[in-house]
């Protein structure tokens, strides 16, 4: 089984809410990553999680909030979004992140619009 | 540092083979290729090492010139569900998370 799950698959949400988003694996990976993806551009990093441990933020505002309860579930918390930062949210989750060339396994994402 | 795709895009006809290229100014420890159907989540095809290991799916080839920095994708005898945009993403260093480059779209028509 190489499934990671994400939900919700949509959501809208005003600029004044809180929303989480969750995703979740059970592959037994000790790393999982936020990426964020624009329409027609690639993923882009947002954070990266290693043994339930914040490892890499790429300089993520902080109204986006990581949070890894344990090491199968992956959160990220939405706080006074501006509408640029509507988007496809992905999850991925590897082996591990600090092993050169293990495959990242990615959720189906979590569409966002910020109205 | 993006990793830079060729060609843009690209259309094909079913049986048609096509290549997408992949190069960094940067020193590579791997290159990772996956294809993305619009609405959907990347969906992963091949890693490819320096010194020459690579893992991904059988049907799928790929090359790696570590002094070139260079990967490209081989997509022969194409089929309908080869559609979608190819990435290809890259480790920085040891122990990173992936750099995508822009994409490539590839449509195969009928």
């Known amino acids: 089984d190489t499934e990671v799950t994400q939900t919700p698959k949509h959501l809208v949400m005003g600029m004044t809410n809180k929303k989480s988003l969750k995703c979740e694996q059970h592959?037994?990976?000790?790393?999982m990553y936020w990426y964020k993806q624009k329409a027609k551009k690639p993923p882009e990093l947002m954070f990266v999680?290693?043994?339930?441990?914040?490892?890499i933020n790429e300089s993520v505002p902080s109204r986006f909030s990581p949070e890894c309860p344990n090491s199968s579930l992956l959160n990220l918390h939405l706080h006074a979004l501006q509408p640029e930062d509507s988007a496809l949210y992905l999850c991925?989750?590897?082996?591990?992140?600090?092993?050169?060339?293990?495959?990242?396994?990615f959720g189906p994402g979590t569409r966002l619009l910020v109205l | 540092q993006q990793p830079v795709q060729s060609p843009q895009a690209v259309i094909l006809r079913e049986g048609e083979d096509a290549v997408i290229n992949c190069s960094s100014s940067?020193?590579?420890?791997?290159v990772h290729w996956y294809r993305q159907k619009h609405g959907e989540a990347p969906v992963f095809l091949m890693i490819?090492?320096?010194?020459?290991e690579q893992k991904g799916h059988e049907k799928i080839s790929a090359s790696f010139n570590e002094k070139k920095q260079q990967s490209s994708l081989y997509l022969t005898a194409s089929q309908l569900s080869y559609s979608g945009t190819y990435f290809c993403?890259?480790?920085?260093?040891?122990?990173?998370?992936?750099?995508f480059g822009k994409g490539t779209s590839l449509l195969v028509t009928p």
């Open positions: 940067k020193a590579l420890y791997s």
């Open positions: 993403g890259t480790e920085k260093n040891s122990g990173y998370a992936l750099n």
């Open positions: 991925a989750s590897s082996q591990d992140s600090h092993v050169v060339g293990e495959t990242q396994y």
């Open positions: 592959m037994g990976h000790r790393a």
């Open positions: 490819l090492l320096k010194g020459g």
């Open positions: 999680y290693s043994y339930e441990k914040l490892s």
